[in-house]
C-alpha cells in the first residue's frame, strides 16, 4: 500500500468563548422621575461545547452548519422535537416552489380567499373572503409578512384543503431528508403534534436554497404593502447583519423566539437555527452573535479543485504509464482558523494499478486528521480512461516487471 502524507496546515486551539446577550426586560415606568436604570441582568445561557472551546448559547435549541460542507459549528439540543411556529412556514413554501418550478402554479394565476383563511388568526396578510389574490402576492404574504391566512390560501389551492395539505408536507419532508418532522397544518400553529427539529429546520433551509435558487430572492425582501397595509420583514438578520438574505421567523408562547437564518460573505454561506428565545430583542442579539462567531472563528478550506491531479498513479499493463487521481469534485473542509498548522492530509491508493482503468472509478482515498480535527476521508477517483495494452506490446512489460521482481 503506497501512501503520501502532505501537511497542508488551521486551528484555533481550544480557547473558551463565553459571550452573551444582553436581554431587556419591560418595566412599568414609575410615576416620579427616577434615576438612570442599570440594564437588566443577561438571562442564563448554557455553555456548549465546539471545535474552539465553549460559547455560551441562550436560545433553548440552536445549530450552526456551513451550507457547502454540512460542517457542524455548534449545536445544542439540536434533535430535540420542538414547537417551530411560524418557521414551518418554510416547508409551506418549499412545496408551493415545488408546484412553480414544476408550472403547476404561476406568479399571475388569482387565487381565490375561503372563509376559513380570511377568519384564520395571528400574522395575517389580511385578505378579504371571496377577494382573488396573485399567486406572487400570496407568496410575499407568507415570506415577507408570516401571513397565515396567506397559507391557508395557498395550501386549499394546491391541496383542496389545509389537512390534505399537511399530508402533502409530511411525504415531501420525507422526500428531501427531514427525518424527525411531523405537520399538522401550514402555518405553525400551535398543536401538538405538530413538531420540528432545529436540524431539520437546517436541512428544509439549505434544499430552499439549493432547489429554488431562483425563488429564494424572496426572503430578503425586506416589506411588502397589501391591502394598503405595509409591513416590515420579521428577520431581524437583514439590517443587523452583513450578506443575511433569509430567512423567517417564528413565536408562540410555548415555543418561545425562534429564527431560521442564513447569510453569506465571500462565497461562504452559514445557516442558523434558533429558538427558545425569550424576547424579539434576545433572539435578534442571539442570532446575530452565533452568526457573527460562526464567520470569525471558521473558514472555508478548498485541499483541492474538482480536476486536479491529486496524484500520478502508476498502471500496470496500461496504454498510459500513469493515471491521474483527482477528487472529482471540490474538495472543501469548514476548520477553525488557524487549524491549518494541525492538519494532516494523506492520499492512499494501490499502487501499480491493474489496466483497463475507468475514469471515475474509485482509485484511492483522501484522509483527513490532526491534532484536535474531527477524522474523516474523501474517495478519489480516476481523472481518464486507460486501455489495456494488446497481445503484443503486453509482452515486454510482463517480462520486464518479471525480471525487476515488481
Request: charged share 25%; hydrophobic share 40%; proline share 6%.
Amino acid at each position: 500500500m503506497a501512501s503520501r502524507r502532505r501537511i497542508i496546515g488551521g486551528v484555533l486551539g481550544g480557547l473558551p468563548l463565553w459571550l452573551a446577550a444582553d436581554q431587556a426586560f419591560a418595566q412599568q415606568r414609575p410615576a416620579l422621575a427616577q434615576p438612570a436604570r442599570r440594564p437588566a441582568p443577561r438571562p442564563e445561557g448554557t455553555p456548549v461545547a465546539t471545535p474552539v472551546g465553549n460559547v455560551e448559547v441562550l436560545a433553548r435549541q440552536a445549530l450552526v452548519v456551513d451550507f457547502e460542507t454540512g460542517a457542524t459549528l455548534l449545536e445544542k439540543n439540536a434533535d430535540e422535537r420542538m414547537p417551530p411556529s411560524s418557521m414551518s412556514k418554510l416547508m409551506t413554501m418549499y412545496v408551493v416552489f415545488d408546484r412553480l418550478k414544476q408550472g403547476r402554479l404561476q406568479m399571475d394565476q388569482m387565487l381565490p380567499v375561503s372563509e376559513r383563511a380570511w377568519r384564520m388568526g395571528g400574522s395575517k396578510m389580511f385578505v378579504e373572503i371571496g377577494q382573488q389574490v396573485r399567486f406572487e402576492d400570496l407568496i410575499r404574504g407568507v415570506i415577507v409578512q408570516s401571513g397565515n391566512d396567506a397559507c391557508i390560501v395557498l395550501a386549499e389551492a394546491i391541496s383542496g384543503s389545509e389537512q390534505q395539505f399537511a399530508e402533502l408536507l409530511n411525504e415531501t419532508g420525507r422526500r428531501i431528508g427531514l427525518t424527525n418532522s411531523n405537520f399538522r397544518n401550514s402555518t405553525g400553529w400551535p398543536d401538538p403534534e405538530h413538531r420540528m427539529t432545529a436540524r431539520d429546520l437546517s436541512v428544509l433551509a439549505r434544499r430552499l436554497i439549493m432547489d429554488f435558487p431562483d425563488y429564494y430572492r424572496f426572503y430578503n425582501e425586506r416589506s411588502f404593502r397589501f391591502s394598503n397595509i405595509s409591513q416590515d420583514n420579521r428577520n431581524p438578520l437583514l439590517s443587523r447583519v452583513p450578506g443575511a438574505d433569509g430567512l423567517k421567523t417564528g413565536h408562540t408562547e410555548e415555543a418561545g423566539y425562534g429564527l431560521t437564518s442564513s447569510a453569506i460573505r465571500d462565497g461562504r454561506r452559514v445557516i442558523l437555527v434558533v429558538n427558545g428565545l425569550v424576547s424579539m430583542r434576545a433572539r435578534a442579539e442571539e442570532s446575530e452573535r452565533l452568526m457573527e462567531w460562526a464567520f470569525r472563528e471558521f473558514e472555508a478550506v478548498t485541499l483541492f479543485r474538482a480536476q486536479d491531479t491529486v496524484e500520478e498513479v502508476p498502471v500496470y499493463l496500461g496504454e498510459r504509464r500513469t493515471v491521474p487521481m483527482v477528487g472529482g469534485r471540490d474538495i472543501t473542509l469548514t476548520l477553525p482558523r488557524r487549524w491549518r498548522d494541525r492538519l494532516e492530509v494523506r492520499v492512499r491508493y494501490q499502487a501499480p494499478l491493474a489496466a483497463p482503468v475507468m475514469r471515475g472509478q474509485t482509485i484511492g482515498e483522501l484522509q483527513v486528521a490532526g491534532q484536535g480535527v474531527p477524522s474523516f476521508s474523501v474517495p478519489l477517483v480516476a481523472g481518464a480512461d486507460v486501455e489495456k495494452l494488446g497481445l503484443l506490446p503486453r509482452i515486454p512489460a510482463v517480462i520486464g516487471r518479471w525480471v525487476s521482481g515488481a
